[in-house]
């Protein structure tokens, strides 16, 4: 799988946006980008998934660059429940139930 | 709640000693995974069923493990003579063939004294 590279930790103010980078340079043509986050003491939960265009749901939004090398997952108004490790994911779309491949994540940080 | 379950939630053990963990997978998911995630890192794959069948192993799946789906519904994980190194979450998810979103549970948190 290619890998992904996404900041260590970021804090962010609780009621504001907060746009969580990921580099994935080497993307291969058939790449779904998928982000999950884990919860303190919970497993990992989907969040959202995108191959090309942006993508909405009720949790946040991706936004794809238009080369593929890079994406941002928003969080439209984040609260203390958002705090949680983000994982950004790429998948090969060839192989939906492959084995998950994670990287460290990004700690995300909420202030009150 | 419909959820992939998980049980014991804690273990506490001592080295040398035997653990069974189970994972019980959201109804009618023929697919279901092992992960295992210690502190500070992302869970790392241990092992996926397709049904009753074990498919794939890691590497980290050292010969003191096993694991086991016998019916195709629920599996276990069987870590035998446990050392310090295995302690951390187990990590089991579950999703239908041809899906791409994988489902976890809430983890078994391993100690190994």
């Known amino acids: 799988d290619a890998k992904t590279t996404q900041p260590n930790s970021m804090e962010s103010n609780e009621e504001e946006p907060v746009h969580l980078p990921c580099n994935h340079s080497?993307?291969?043509?058939?790449?779904?980008i998928h982000w999950y986050r884990q919860l303190p003491s919970q497993g990992p939960e989907y969040v959202i998934h995108?191959?090309?265009s942006n993508v909405n749901n009720r949790m946040a939004s991706l936004a794809i660059a238009e080369d593929r090398k890079s994406s941002t997952l928003i969080l439209h108004r984040a609260t203390l429940r958002d705090a949680a490790v983000y994982y950004c994911?790429?998948?090969?779309?060839?192989?939906?139930?492959?084995?998950?491949?994670f990287g460290k994540g990004t700690r995300l940080h909420i202030l009150p | 709640d419909t959820g992939v379950s998980q049980d014991p939630r804690h273990k506490i053990t001592k080295r040398g000693q035997n653990v069974t963990f189970r994972c019980d997978p959201i109804?009618?998911?023929?697919?279901l995974y092992w992960y295992r995630q210690t502190l500070g890192q992302g869970p790392e794959f241990l092992t996926y069923?397709?049904?009753?069948?074990?498919?794939?192993k890691s590497r980290l799946l050292s010969d003191r493990f096993s694991a086991e789906r016998p019916k195709g519904s629920f599996s276990t994980l069987e870590i035998q003579r446990t050392e310090q190194g295995d302690s951390a979450m187990y990590l089991c998810?579950?999703?239908?063939?041809?899906?791409?979103?994988?489902?976890f549970g809430p983890g078994t948190r391993l100690l190994v004294l």
């Open positions: 069923f397709q049904n009753e069948a074990q498919l794939e």
């Open positions: 994911i790429l998948r090969d779309s060839g192989r939906p139930d492959d084995k998950i491949i």
């Open positions: 109804s009618e998911h023929n697919r």
């Open positions: 995108g191959l090309t």
């Open positions: 998810a579950s999703t239908t063939g041809g899906q791409e979103t994988q489902y």
């Open positions: 080497t993307i291969s043509g058939t790449d779904y």
